[in-house]
């Protein structure tokens, strides 16, 4: 094998184990596109859960308030049967119907509170079903990918173990010019001449040097595109 096709062989290997990583490179905006779905969801519980927590604290508080308010008015109630005076039992009455009051507030406040809960703890409740739902219909779609996944990186191994005995046959100085061009990102590093001209950016080859080149052994870098070159013959 001359030196031209052994780079050239060394050349489609790679070109195949990029196609093989482009593949897999399109699988990431599908599991990201399920991920960002199920992750709104995942939100929207996180969100309904503190909201619930808040008015949660809220109603435990406001139950010791009502607790505490009607502790007051069994001691106004108390103190209402030990007085002597006329005086004494208008005050404390007065007293009670304040802290009867104020009970009738809080309960009712409680009321609202917890009806606000009930329907809080719904949505929180429907949310968690949605996940649920979601990680079902996604289960498909995700071993999908997965076993795709493994496919594609199944070939590549067995694409790299290629290129690696390929890369094996090409000269270690023509191996290195050629890893480092290509390492510039670029796909089609070993071109062939198009009528004398380079086959990637058309720049024309110096008379001096078409003769060297119409010889088929000659590798050539192609000094406006730095691309290598060579004659197909
Ligand atoms: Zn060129």
Redesign the pocket.
Known sequence: MSDIESLLALQNDDLAIHALETRLAALEPRIKALDARRQRIVDTIERQGALVATEEKKQAFLRDKIQEHRALIDRNQAQLDAVKTMRQATAAAAQMEQAKKIVAGEESDLLALSRKLEELRGALNAAKADLAACEAEQATARTEVASERAAIEGELAQAQQQRARTASAVPDALRSRYDRIRNKKRQHVV?ALNAMA?G????AIPMQRRHAMMSGTVIEL?E????L?YHAG
């Open positions: 071109v380079c990637a950016c058309d720049t192609c406006v595109c730095g691309v070159m």
